[in-house]
């Protein structure tokens, strides 16, 4: 079935450096391309979208890139602070035919002071 | 304040025994969610409401129902609860019907299938 998927599963860099994560979806329908922060025993927040008309967006230290040709769209966070540290989703919406989300399996950042 | 709450937050319960976890939001929000997260799977949409009394099935429904009588609220019932919905539960609400806009998730519910 359609699914989006997202690497690495996990991620440690060193306090300062760059952080790049990956998601591929498979359905071209996917015009919405969200990515949310889950902190340890919290709620997943949202930090940045993209919509399919937009190539990249920058929110300071977070920027996502979208490729629709590759079907692909990654998230760039730089000067990574410890308090990156955190788990992190990307979605792809909708499905096709459908209002439904599909979630990558998450990546777990680990920014080492 | 504006959020997304559900209640309980914990639950431990046994086979077969019908629930109700509740979610409610307070932002006029339109499309609301439920998903479930289970170690290594990330987060699964169960099913979603796009508007009062429009609901549909997502990624895994099976097991689950829910209902969207009033906007605010979105309960999710499991009729006969199995030890594979052990899971931790996030409600989550968004102010377009079509979903394309920031999702709120609630505090989440940890349910424990005996």
């Known amino acids: 079935g359609e699914n989006v998927e997202q690497h690495p599963s996990t991620l440690s860099v060193q306090e300062g450096d760059s952080a790049v994560i990956k998601c591929t979806y498979s359905d071209s329908a996917s015009n919405y391309f969200p990515w949310y922060k889950q902190e340890l025993g919290k709620r997943p927040q949202l930090i940045i979208d993209?919509?399919?008309?937009?190539g990249e967006k920058k929110d300071q230290r977070i920027a996502v890139t979208l490729n629709k040709t590759a079907k692909h769209f990654s998230l760039h966070i730089t000067e990574t602070q410890p308090e990156d540290s955190a788990v992190y989703f990307c979605a792809a919406y909708p499905l096709a035919g459908t209002y439904k989300y599909i979630f990558g399996t998450g990546t777990r950042l680990k920014v080492l002071a | 304040e504006a959020q997304v709450t559900q209640n309980p937050r914990y639950l431990i319960t046994v086979t077969g025994k019908k629930l109700t976890v509740t979610c409610s939001q307070n932002?006029?929000?339109?499309?609301m969610s439920w998903y479930r997260q289970d170690p290594g799977l990330g987060l699964r949409q169960i099913y979603y409401s796009m508007n009062v009394e429009v609901t549909d099935k997502g990624d895994v429904p099976e097991g689950y129902k829910v209902s969207r009588k009033e906007k605010r609220n979105f309960p999710l019932i499991l009729e006969s609860p199995s030890p594979n919905q052990t899971s931790l539960y996030f409600c989550?609400?968004?102010?377009?019907?079509?979903?394309?806009?920031?999702?709120?998730f609630g505090p989440g519910t940890r349910l424990t299938v005996l």
């Open positions: 932002m006029n929000h339109e499309y």
């Open positions: 989550a609400s968004s102010f377009s019907s079509g979903g394309t806009d920031t999702q709120y």
């Open positions: 993209i919509r399919s008309n937009v």
